[in-house]
T-cell receptor, first 112, second 112 residues
Framework: KQEVTQIPAALSVPEGENLVLNCSFT??????LQWFRQDPGKGLTSLLLIQSSQREQTSGRLNASLDKSSGRSTLYIAASQPGDSATYLCAVAGGATNKLIFGTGTLLAVQP | SQTIHQWPATLVQPVGSPLSLECTVEGTSNPNLYWYRQAAGRGLQLLFY??????ISSEVPQNLSASRPQDRQFILSSKKLLLSDSGFYLC???????????FGPGTRLTVL
């Protein structure tokens, strides 16, 4: 059974810092991995999708990497801003039906 | 462009009452549709998914059911709500064969 873990559970950083969020999964036979952002009381916003054949994806200040063999993904946020404060979730899909298994999230607070 | 709608946004229901939550997607055809629940202190859990009209797969045994009466409409129902049904319900869609999944704004359900 696939299990997804995110470390740390919470993180507080001063504005301008670069930071890394970690995601690990127990079964390396994944179809893809997706990173999301969730603001309090809101739905999920897709940030980056990495296919199983890819090593990384970039969007603006965000860079996500994937190492299937070790069961790890990282989300790198450059030059953090207070507007980046949110919960960040990673999720893996195990097949073509794209059923996602989510981690428990990292709550990020960027202090101005 | 594609949009996804959920309603109601919030709902407070007594134990034993029925439930109907609706999700509709605009701007795409034959999407895969998903219902997730986010309970307090717990991660997001997939409840149902559908790859076409009338085709529903249940991921976990529970007090809820789902239906897909039209191509872009997905309904989550219950005949009698339990306290444990409280949570944040999220609908999502993806293009069949394409990995990225997009989420709606969610419905906050409180069962008293």
């Amino acid at each position: 059974k696939q299990e997804v873990t995110q470390i740390p559970a919470a993180l507080s950083v001063p504005e301008g810092e670069n930071l890394v969020l970690n995601c690990s999964f127990t079964d390396s036979a994944i179809y893809n991995l997706q990173w999301f952002r969730q603001d309090p009381g809101k739905g999920l916003t897709s940030l980056l999708l990495i296919q199983s054949s890819q090593r990384e994806q970039t969007s603006g200040r965000l860079n996500a990497s994937l190492d299937k063999s070790s069961g790890r993904s990282t989300l790198y946020i450059a030059a953090s801003q207070p507007g980046d404060s949110a919960t960040y979730l990673c999720a893996v899909a195990g097949g073509a039906t794209n059923k996602l298994i989510f981690g428990t999230g990292t709550l990020l607070a960027v202090q101005p | 462009s594609q949009t996804i709608h959920q309603w109601p946004a919030t709902l407070v229901q007594p134990v034993g009452s029925p439930l109907s939550l609706e999700c509709t997607v605009e701007g795409t055809s034959n999407p895969n549709l998903y219902w997730y629940r986010q309970a307090a202190g717990r991660g997001l859990q997939l409840l149902f998914y559908s790859v076409g009209i009338g085709q529903i797969s249940s991921e976990v045994p529970q007090n809820l059911s789902a239906s897909r009466p039209q191509d872009r409409q997905f309904i989550l129902s219950s005949k009698k709500l339990l306290l444990s049904d409280s949570g944040f319900y999220l609908c999502a869609w993806s293009i069949a064969g394409v990995a990225e999944q997009f989420f709606g704004p969610g419905t906050r359900l409180t069962v008293l």
